[in-house]
């Protein structure tokens, strides 16, 4: 169930800072649209396979102003990675972005993450098993495309792109990375049709979150998400 809230107060504030926690649950449905009728979304997952976390799951405090940036920083279980728009900390699991967003999409899985520093911004890959080989096709394909796009479009905005594998096929376009499934990251010609034109190009929240899975919680226990 979803609830609207309104704060008051008889003084003016710039910060406010709200606590809550729950489940995260929303199954895979299908997507009824003209192109496949096998795909599948959900507006937020948390599982002991992975996360995903859009503004449709309501994770975090939508308001009115609808654009936001954020500073974000994930609890995760040990050995899991994080991915968001815009740049990480050194640690990996906290991220920001300055320019306005319409959006805040936080993905984790148990990762093994590959990079390397372009001219114009770092290529990633986050692989959900071991694969120095298709991690390298990525890579140079990354370091290509931008190189072309900055002198067609002019500047990249962000400071990453990054592949990441989900853990149902899909085929998503964020702000500075893109979400394939793992059937689609492997078919040898997507690499050089339609990888890179999948991501978009385009108030301040700040968002401190602890996920717990049934791998690190108690045995049978559903995935929990607490946000402050």
Known sequence: MIQGYRLTSATPFREVTLGYSGIIQHQ???IDDDYSSSR????????????FLSSGGFWYPVTAEGLVSFDMSVDLPTGWSAVSQGGARDD??????????????????????????SDIAEAQVYLRRKDPALAKRY????????????TLLGPYPYSKFALVENFWESGYGMPSFTLLGPQVIRLPFIVHSSYLTRSCTTGGVTVSTSITTPAT??????PILRTT
């Open 139 to 150: 890579l140079d394909a990354t370091e290509h495309y931008l190189s072309l796009y900055h």
């Open 92 to 117: 990996g699991n906290s991220w920001s972005i300055d320019s306005p967003q319409d959006d805040i999409y936080l993905i984790a899985a148990p990762y093994h993450r590959y990079n390397r520093q």
């Open 40 to 51: 599948k979304s959900s507006p937020g997952l948390i599982s002991e396979k992975g996360v």
């Open 217 to 222: 919680g108690a045995k049978g226990s559903p």
């Open 28 to 30: 895979l449905g299908s």
